[in-house]
């Protein structure tokens, strides 16, 4: 009769050992699914990357990889959006005095000296190929977003005034999409 009570307990420990093993594992699942979203539709990825590096969106943070543009709302929720397979986002902050190290580029949150300036991009391929060649203003945050072709090298220069800096940037898998070390 002990013996019968044993099993009995034991197999009813083990009942709730696994329920809350599996509830554990499933909520856990289902938060995780709610806090990353992949959105492999690329929509208008161009006007919503614009929109976080101007500050049109507010609603949290945005950084960009070489792949995704990566949103976090203010409740941690985190959205993940593909960019283009044919174009690669950059932002370049020009700077004179201050920089900060940068490879990934933080939409809502890298701030670089010269905002709201007017400079001169020149950029070409390693052919020769011109890519841009025009006047370009920085945002609010001291950038110019670019999109650029992938899987190519280039050469840019930038210019203000009588200054300018030159660099080789490339747009190649896992390249950065932050350049913070244009002195000019």
Same mark, same amino acid.
């Given at each position: 009769?002990?013996?019968?009570?044993?099993?009995?307990?034991?197999?009813?420990?083990?009942?709730?050992?696994?329920?809350?093993?599996?509830?554990?594992?499933?909520?856990?699942?289902?938060?995780?699914?709610?806090?990353? %979203?992949?959105? =492999?539709?690329?929509? #208008?990825? /161009?006007?919503?990357? $614009?929109?976080?590096?101007?500050?049109? @969106?507010?609603?949290?943070?945005?950084?960009?990889?070489?792949?995704?543009?990566?949103?976090?709302?203010?409740?941690?929720?985190?959205?993940?959006?593909?960019?283009?397979?044919?174009?690669?986002?950059?932002?370049?902050?020009?700077?004179?005095?201050?920089?900060?190290?940068?490879?990934?580029?933080?939409?809502?949150?890298?701030?670089?000296?010269?905002?709201?300036?007017?400079?001169?991009?020149?950029?070409?391929? %390693?052919?020769? =190929?011109?890519?841009? #060649?025009? /006047?370009?203003?920085? $945002?609010?945050?001291?950038?110019?977003? @670019?999109?650029?072709?992938?899987?190519?090298?280039?050469?840019?220069?930038?210019?203000?005034?009588?200054?300018?800096?030159?660099?080789?940037?490339?747009?190649?898998?896992?390249?950065?999409?932050?350049?913070?070390?244009?002195?000019?």
């Amino acid at each position: 009769m002990l013996k019968n009570k044993i099993i009995w307990l034991a197999g009813i420990l083990g009942i709730v050992f696994i329920s809350f093993f599996v509830s554990t594992n499933l909520y856990k699942n289902i938060n995780d699914e709610k806090n990353t %979203t992949v959105k =492999n539709e690329s929509g #208008d990825i /161009k006007q919503l990357v $614009h929109d976080y590096s101007v500050g049109n @969106l507010k609603n949290g943070s945005a950084s960009i990889t070489s792949q995704q543009l990566i949103v976090t709302d203010k409740n941690s929720n985190q959205m993940t959006y593909d960019l283009p397979k044919d174009e690669f986002f950059v932002s370049i902050a020009p700077y004179i005095h201050q920089t900060h190290p940068c490879e990934i580029h933080s939409l809502t949150g890298c701030r670089g000296e010269l905002a709201n300036e007017e400079f001169h991009v020149y950029i070409e391929n %390693t052919e020769g =190929n011109v890519i841009i #060649d025009k /006047k370009m203003k920085t $945002h609010a945050n001291g950038f110019i977003d @670019l999109w650029l072709p992938r899987n190519e090298t280039f050469t840019i220069t930038i210019t203000k005034d009588e200054k300018n800096a030159q660099s080789q940037i490339s747009t190649f898998e896992d390249d950065q999409t932050c350049v913070t070390n244009m002195k000019l």
